[in-house]
């Protein structure tokens, strides 16, 4: 028995005592150290995920110790540090997913992970009291002393790594470095735009002055973000609203031709647009990495395409979990990868998460990590 926050309906969290099953046949039981409050909690929490379920555990950017293992377990071993990941990666030799260096998108458990429910389609979270079984989130549920995932959505990384620092490479740093460079893949002397500098935006910052971009514009409606933008890379800062001029053409103008590579980090459709229509004529790439409120869709003019953009999407930024993160994580501790810019404030004890969660909406922080 141990403590969790469960968000029992919209906007509705509660400290609930609850019991944690041991792991069935290849899953894992561990021990939350750190939990990172990522936006798409609070996405989920405020009732825009069209997966979202209640009640529920939320939480999935974490910094864990292995606890046990199922039967079949070979991978990890109790005492093992580790990092579990939403997007798995099972290895099959028949899973062409895995088997390609085209995705990372292994859809092994994706059908019941969407459904708030372990492979074998039950859960492992019940109220110490009533009994009443908690919904799973996005196969991760961190938001609890101990929580079960499956062996395949564990990334086993070396234990010298802060795992209070290294919990966020769970979800959204991880997205925005992959974004630039599994799937974009942006050479030395590109231009770079990026749309909405969170903690998303800024690793795709990061990573883009790393892969060795000439020109990085950095664009949020929030100028008080502009400083962290430009200590990590960016070369220019925009503010769509300073401007009657749509930031599509702004960019434009600037450049000539556009953009080589865009990105949009904010889930907000018509920036999604502004990004494509930013992108270089006859080669530009505009990734879509925010994730839209439930119907929303997408749209341009084709003419934006035949005159040669590509629109392109990425899910925790192409990297094969089990493989990729332990990777970022070398590379942290190597000193090669920054870690701790995106830290904006510390809270100590599980009961601490509603406060973390509030400090996320002031729009001033970019990870608030909390400490079991």
Request: proline content about 4%; charged content about 20%; aromatic content about 6%.
């Amino acid at each position: 028995m141990c403590n969790a926050i469960v968000a029992m309906g919209v906007n509705q969290l509660e400290q609930r005592k609850v019991r944690v099953a041991p792991p069935a046949p290849g899953e894992v039981r561990l021990k939350v150290v750190a939990n990172a409050i990522c936006h798409t909690d609070l996405y989920t929490l405020e009732g825009s995920d069209p997966e979202g379920l209640f009640p529920s555990i939320l939480g999935h950017e974490a910094g864990c110790i292995v606890e046990s293992v199922g039967k079949g377990v070979t991978s990890v071993v109790a005492g093992d540090h580790v990092i579990p990941c939403y997007t798995p990666q099972c290895k099959k030799a028949d899973c062409i997913f895995c088997q390609s260096n085209k995705t990372n998108l292994c859809p092994e458990i994706r059908a019941t992970q969407g459904q708030g429910v372990m492979p074998d389609g039950t859960v492992r979270f019940a109220d110490a009291e009533t009994g009443v079984p908690y919904h799973h989130f996005m196969g991760c549920s961190t938001f609890c002393e101990y929580t079960v995932v499956p062996e395949i959505a564990v990334a086993k990384i070396d234990q010298a790594a802060d795992l209070g620092t290294v919990c966020m490479l769970g979800c959204g740093v991880t997205t925005g470095i992959g974004a630039v460079r599994n799937t974009t893949q942006v050479e030395a002397g590109s231009s770079v735009a990026v749309f909405g500098l969170g903690a998303i935006g800024l690793a795709v910052i990061q990573a883009a002055k790393l892969a060795g971009a000439s020109r990085i514009f950095a664009i949020d409606v929030n100028e008080d973000k502009f400083g962290n933008a430009l200590s990590l890379g960016a070369t220019d800062t925009l503010n769509p609203l300073a401007s009657e001029t749509p930031i599509q053409q702004v960019l434009v103008g600037m450049t000539k031709w556009g953009v080589d590579y865009t990105y949009d980090c904010t889930g907000n459709v018509d920036v999604m647009r502004s990004a494509l229509e930013a992108a270089h004529r006859g080669w530009g790439v505009s990734c879509v990495i925010g994730v839209a409120a439930a119907g929303k869709e997408i749209s341009t003019r084709p003419f934006q395409l035949v005159t040669g953009r590509k629109w392109m999407g990425t899910a925790f930024g192409g990297y094969k979990a089990r493989d990729g993160v332990p990777e970022l994580v070398t590379e942290y501790l190597e000193g090669g990868l920054k870690l701790d810019h995106f830290v904006s404030s510390r809270f100590d004890g599980l009961g601490a998460t509603q406060e973390a969660i509030d400090s996320m909406h002031s729009g001033k922080v970019l990870r608030a990590i909390v400490s079991y």
